[in-house]
């Protein structure tokens, strides 16, 4: 019964591949996002979706495509990884509303060699 | 664009103690502003959630207080335990009218020694 799953936890891989987090939730929320924590452990935010429309685009390159198949899903395809990806990537949602507090996955520990 | 500053060096107390964590922010102030645990190799966990209109925030054995003027808040945990032992970060609100996405410190690393 876990409210945000992300899949895979660990990914390890080779610059230039393209690979894809998967992130679901089954809270019911309207609004998902990706947040990066790099290793200073700063939390970042990357995208944002509101009932499956783009409503946040941080300064992410391009190589980076969120995809929202439906409200409970929100997906993250990364293509020609570089070094500087490495990172943790967390998934999260929340209800309607200015003050809710954000439901995070645990994390996908990207690993580019 | 918002700064957050916690203190990234770890905050090391003995178990019955209360652990105090700051938590300063520049530029706008924030209309609210939230802490969250963090455990190795998890995602963050919502704590509590303060108004700037609320000058403190208690739930169990965790106060949050905020002061605007002074652009701070204080993470209180009372009668610490071994099991408090996390890294807490502290959150705020975009600017009003702005698109909605929280912005965290780096977070402190609290160890509660038995």
């Known amino acids: 019964d876990t409210a945000v799953s992300q899949t895979p936890k660990y990914l390890v891989t080779q610059m230039g591949n393209d690979k894809s987090i998967k992130c679901e939730q089954n809270?019911?929320?309207?609004?998902m996002y990706w947040y990066k924590q790099d290793s200073k452990k700063f939390l970042k935010i990357m995208f944002s979706?509101?009932?499956?429309?783009?409503?946040i685009n941080e300064t992410v390159p391009n190589r980076f495509s969120p995809k929202s198949p439906d409200k409970a899903h929100l997906n993250l395809h990364i293509n020609s990884l570089e070094l500087g990806d490495s990172a943790v990537y967390f998934c999260?949602?929340?209800?309607?509303?200015?003050?809710?507090?954000?439901?995070f996955g645990n994390g996908t520990r990207l690993t580019v060699t | 664009s918002q700064k957050i500053e916690q203190n990234s060096e770890a905050l090391n107390i003995q178990e019955g103690k209360t652990a105090t964590l700051t938590c300063n922010y520049t530029?706008?102030?924030?209309?609210?502003l939230q802490w969250y645990r963090q455990d190795p190799g998890r995602g963050p966990v919502f704590l509590l959630l303060?108004?700037?209109?609320?000058k403190e925030k208690r739930k169990e054995r965790l106060k949050v207080t905020f002061d605007t003027t002074l652009k701070q808040s204080l993470f209180h945990i009372t009668a610490s335990q071994p099991a408090d032992s996390a890294t807490y970060l502290c959150?705020?609100?975009?600017?009003?009218?702005?698109?909605?996405?929280?912005?965290f410190g780096s977070g402190t690393r609290l160890q509660v020694q038995p």
């Open positions: 999260a949602s929340s209800p309607a509303g200015a003050n809710s507090p954000l439901h």
């Open positions: 809270l019911g929320h309207d609004t």
């Open positions: 979706y509101n009932n499956k429309e783009l409503i």
């Open positions: 530029n706008y102030s924030p209309a609210y």
């Open positions: 303060i108004r700037e209109n609320e």
């Open positions: 959150a705020l609100d975009p600017p009003r009218g702005g698109r909605r996405a929280l912005t």
